[in-house]
């Protein structure tokens, strides 16, 4: 019972915002003498669902597409199995319906004041229009562009195989000893005869340094997992960093400097071609629709002569200094990445 009262209070507000959205569009065709019911044929068994002084407001075929967009919009009600109208327990369907009609109610009041009248909803309303038609062109572009867009199966697995080392299905662990020094010079010369010179096993020199020998148990390298081993931050870092045939590693925890040992691999699995095809494919689609839709967009600015003044916007400064200087000012830009952002203001500069 408390789980569907959290979920319903969660809902609450979603439906609210959503309800106005959906509602404020469509009052605006509404105020302006082209409302919905005009522009669709009435359909006679679409029944009405709410009547306002008597005059039908609400039929249950636009309630049913805005509960549809409000859950949808929704990711609560996803999380909770909650997909459809039909499926959403009753206090849910409730609110959907209650949020409607508070937007039809406001609607009323909105024509009672005359606000459709009023220079500000003019201006509002005209904006609105302009946004809408050029969104509805846009997504026109872009569906024709996506509807001849074709992907081969050849192409999916050149995806698979260029990008086979990233499909990590479970990264993999370590089982890890350390021994931790309150000297770094003392931390260096354990780590020296240990991983280098090979002097002594790791447990031997630890007890002639007379340190103890941390065993970190099993350390997950997947950063999304936080695991159930004591190994502090920079430790699972250090191992995470190790090569294949690497088992050692330094690390340093404020004054504490770690020297630790992998004593055993976990090796990662990835997902076989079967279990990405899908995905792949869907990758490769986006990626040549991209391509395809620049290319078009290059096009036409081709028989278009297009003037930007960017000094109306009043930006002086380099945007490619600026993220220089941002970066800079981190401590995570180095020299190398300095000159390719150089290169790339260069080649942006050359393009006009």
Same mark, same amino acid.
């Given at each position: ?14 439906f ?7 509602? $404020? @569009? ?37 309630? +049913?597409?805005?509960? *549809? ?9 996803? $999380? =909770? ?5 039909? $499926?959403?327990?009753?206090?849910i ?18 024509q009672? #004041? ?6 500000q ?17 846009? /997504? ?6 996506? &509807?001849?867009?074709?992907?081969? *199966? ?30 770094? *010079?003392?931390?260096?010369? =354990?780590?020296? @005869? ?7 096993? =790791? !447990?031997? @020199?630890a ?13 997950? +390298? ?8 004591? %190994? ?5 870092? !250090? ?13 340093? &925890? ?6 630790? /040992? ?26 040549? =629709?991209? !391509? ?6 290059? *096009? ?21 200094? !600026?993220? #220089? ?7 995570? @830009?180095?020299p190398?990445?300095?000159?390719? +952002?150089?290169?790339? %203001? ?5 393009q006009?």
């Amino acid at each position: 019972m408390k789980k569907l009262l959290l979920l319903v209070a969660c809902a609450g507000a979603a439906f609210c915002f959503s309800g106005c959205k959906f509602s $404020s @569009l469509q009052d605006y065709f509404n105020s302006n003498g082209a409302s919905t019911q005009a522009q669709k044929p009435e359909n006679p068994n679409d029944p009405i669902l709410v009547k306002i002084d008597g005059k039908p407001v609400l039929r249950k075929e636009e309630f +049913l597409e805005f509960a *549809e967009q409000a859950m949808k919009a929704n990711p609560y009600l996803a $999380s =909770f199995g909650i997909t459809s109208f039909e $499926s959403a327990p009753e206090p849910i369907r409730q609110q959907l319906l209650d949020a409607v009609v508070q937007q039809k109610l406001i609607a009323c009041w909105g024509q009672a #004041q005359g606000i459709e009248n009023t220079a500000q909803y003019k201006e509002s309303y005209a904006k609105i229009i302009d946004q809408l038609k050029q969104a509805l062109v846009a /997504q026109s572009f872009d569906k024709e562009i996506f &509807d001849t867009v074709s992907v081969s *199966e050849d192409e999916v697995i050149a995806k698979f195989d260029a990008d086979r080392d990233q499909m990590i299905k479970e990264p993999g662990s370590v089982k890890a000893v350390g021994v931790s020094f309150k000297s770094e *010079e003392k931390a260096k010369v =354990f780590y020296d @005869l240990v991983a280098k010179k090979e002097e002594d096993t =790791f !447990a031997n @020199l630890a007890k002639e340094s007379d340190v103890s020998v941390v065993d970190f148990g099993t350390i997950s +390298l997947d950063p999304r997992k936080q695991g159930t081993d004591s %190994a502090p931050m920079v430790v699972k870092r !250090a191992l995470a960093a190790l090569g294949d045939k690497e088992y050692y590693a330094q690390a340093k &925890d404020g004054d504490i400097f770690w020297v630790v /040992q992998v004593i055993d691999r976990t090796k990662p699995t990835y997902f076989s071609f079967g279990e990405v095809q899908e995905q792949l494919g869907a990758m490769v689609k986006q990626e040549k =629709f991209r !391509a395809v839709r620049d290319a078009r967009i290059n *096009e036409i600015r081709g028989k278009h002569t297009v003037d930007v003044d960017n000094s109306i916007l009043g930006s002086g400064q380099d945007p490619f200094a !600026a993220l #220089q200087q941002m970066l800079a000012a981190q401590g995570e @830009l180095s020299p190398e990445f300095l000159e390719e +952002l150089e290169t790339a %203001a260069q080649d942006d500069e050359a393009q006009g």
